[in-house]
């Protein structure tokens, strides 16, 4: 193998691996909480409880394939019907009151859900 094939076959390696380290699987920490304020969540923000809570969103998109679906369940910090009702739909309703206290401490009232 001659020395340029070589520096070739290490610049494709390295390319491939700082692909794949820049191809996280999660949205980074400042994209989450740039949506925390978009969804008018207004009160204290927690990575961990927000992504819980758009996880069943996600979930119920992944079920329906229905994008507007996804975009109701978010509204309004999580306090809309349409996320109860995917929680329905998903049979997590056993976690409905734990959900409830996460959307008070994002939405900074009671969900009313």
């Known amino acids: 193998m001659h020395l340029s094939s070589v520096r070739v076959a290490l610049a494709a390696v390295l390319a491939l691996v700082l692909g794949l380290a820049a191809a996280s699987p999660s949205p980074?920490?400042?994209?989450?909480?740039r949506s925390f304020f978009k969804l008018q969540c207004k009160g204290i923000y927690d990575a961990s409880i927000f992504a819980r809570l758009d996880r069943i969103c996600d979930d119920c998109y992944n079920l329906f394939r229905d994008p507007s679906l996804y975009n109701l369940c978010r509204k309004d910090c999580f306090t809309t019907d349409y996320f109860k009702g995917c929680v329905e739909v998903l049979q997590e309703t056993?976690?409905?009151e734990l959900f409830k206290t996460y959307i008070k401490q994002l939405h900074?009232?009671?969900p009313g859900i």
């Open 28 to 33: 980074p920490h400042h994209v989450a909480r």
């Open 94 to 96: 056993d976690q409905l």
């Open 108 to 110: 900074g009232a009671d």
